[in-house]
Structure formats: structure tokens, C-alpha cells
């Protein structure tokens, strides 16, 4: 089955911790994304990487780091900079370079206790 | 100015009526345009893409894009229980360059009432 994988489901943070979501697919696309989802709020990016090894910042990058060493992943790490990490982190992956067509990955639900 | 609105509803509707949920985008130099469905509490779905003025129908989903107005709709015939969740509207913010960055609006969520 090709799709996107998060884990954990549910993720659970005390402050001043640092925490990395994961984010695995299998469909061979090369562009990956990072949103974030508040209640009531539209999908906001985070991160994005059109490649292997490299990556950018999206809209709210603040508090946040990503990595991807592999084409398959693209872990996000929370850290304890980012003030306000309660919410919904959704991962996306792109087929190709002519159409933007993002599918997502179930998500993660990250609270801060 | 929001790059993308949508009434964020609720939009209450018959089972088999017709629900129409619309879109406007402020960047004239989009190109891509997509709508994607959301069950509460799980990830958005993509339904429906569309790329060039008119209609565009798949199934019971109909998406109408104007871009001389800047409005992107999304048609759903024969409404059904199960089509009750929040609809997110999508626009592509990189003419000209391969990063599909997406901007979302913040969803219209849609009741189907029995």
C-alpha cells in the first residue's frame, strides 16, 4: 500500500521539551511538506523540501526544525522555542513539478501539558 | 487582505439537495486550484483539482473555477449524511516555479441532514 505515514497519533509535551514527529511515504515523490492546523484555522506551513537535503522555511518556521536526509522522510522537530506547539501537524507529499496536487498523511496531535 | 476566504458555515443542508460552497482567492496569477474534504479530528482528503476555467465534474462533485472573478466553487449533488464535514479550499501561491506551495482558506464546514 503507497501512502504517507505520522507517527505517533498522539504526542504529549511538557514544556521546555523538545519533540520530533515523523513522517514516512512510499510514493516516490520528491516534495514534502509540514502544516500546522489550529481550530477554526486554515492549514499554515511550516517547512517544505523540494529534494533531498534541502529544505526551506514556510510561514511560521519559529520554534521548528526538519531534516531530510532520505527522500522517504521528513521527521519535524518542536522545540521548546516554539511558544504556542498545541495543535494538529499534518505532513504532505507532492507527485511532480506539474501539478500541485498534496496529499497528506493522517497527522499528529501534539499537546503541551 | 486574506490570500483565500470561505465562509466558514455552517452550511446546513437536506440529505439529496444540492450544496454549492464557494472560494475567492486574491493572488490573480493563480493557476492550481484544489478542494480538499476534512472529517473532524482526521486529515483533509483531496476531492476535486482543477486547472482551467469552467467545470470540472467528477462523480457527484462538480468545482467551477472563474479566475477573471477569482472564485473557485465546489457543487455537491444528491448531498448524503456522509458528506458532512469541513471543506477546505486550496490555491497554488508559486506561478512560474516548481515549490507548490499551497495557501488554505479555513474550511466551510457542511451539514447533510437526513
Known amino acids: 500500500d503507497g501512502g504517507i505515514t505520522q507517527s505517533p497519533k498522539y504526542l504529549f509535551r511538557k514544556e521546555g521539551q523538545n519533540v520530533t514527529l515523523s513522517c514516512e511515504q512510499n510514493?516516490?515523490?520528491?516534495?514534502m511538506y509540514w502544516y500546522r492546523q489550529d481550530p477554526g484555522q486554515g492549514l499554515r506551513l511550516i517547512y517544505y523540501?523540494?529534494?533531498?537535503?534541502?529544505?526551506q522555511k514556510g510561514d511560521i518556521a519559529e520554534g521548528y526544525s526538519v531534516s531530510r536526509e532520505k527522500k522517504e522522510s521528513f521527521p519535524l522537530t518542536v522545540t521548546s522555542a516554539q511558544k504556542n506547539p498545541t495543535a494538529f501537524y499534518l505532513c504532505?507529499?507532492?507527485?511532480?513539478?506539474?501539478?500541485?496536487?498534496?496529499?497528506f498523511g493522517p497527522g499528529t496531535r501534539l499537546t503541551v501539558l | 487582505q486574506k490570500e483565500v476566504e470561505q465562509n466558514s458555515g455552517p452550511l446546513s443542508v437536506p440529505e439529496g439537495a444540492i450544496a454549492s460552497l464557494n472560494c475567492t482567492y486574491s493572488?490573480?496569477?493563480?493557476?492550481?486550484f484544489f478542494w480538499y474534504r476534512q472529517y473532524s479530528g482526521k486529515s483533509p482528503e483531496l476531492i476535486m483539482s482543477?486547472?482551467?476555467?469552467g467545470d470540472k465534474e467528477d462523480g457527484r462533485f462538480t468545482a467551477q473555477l472563474n479566475k477573471a472573478s477569482q472564485y473557485v466553487s465546489l457543487l455537491i449533488r444528491d448531498s448524503q449524511p456522509s458528506d458532512s464535514a469541513t471543506y477546505l479550499c486550496a490555491v497554488n501561491r508559486d506561478r512560474g516555479s516548481t515549490l507548490g506551495r499551497l495557501y488554505f482558506g479555513r474550511g466551510t464546514q457542511l451539514t447533510v441532514w437526513p
Open positions: 482543477i486547472y482551467s476555467n
Open positions: 493572488d490573480r496569477v493563480s493557476q492550481s
Open positions: 504532505a507529499s507532492r507527485a511532480g513539478q506539474t501539478y500541485n496536487e498534496q496529499f
Open positions: 523540501s523540494q529534494i533531498v537535503n534541502d529544505f
Open positions: 510514493l516516490n515523490h520528491d516534495a
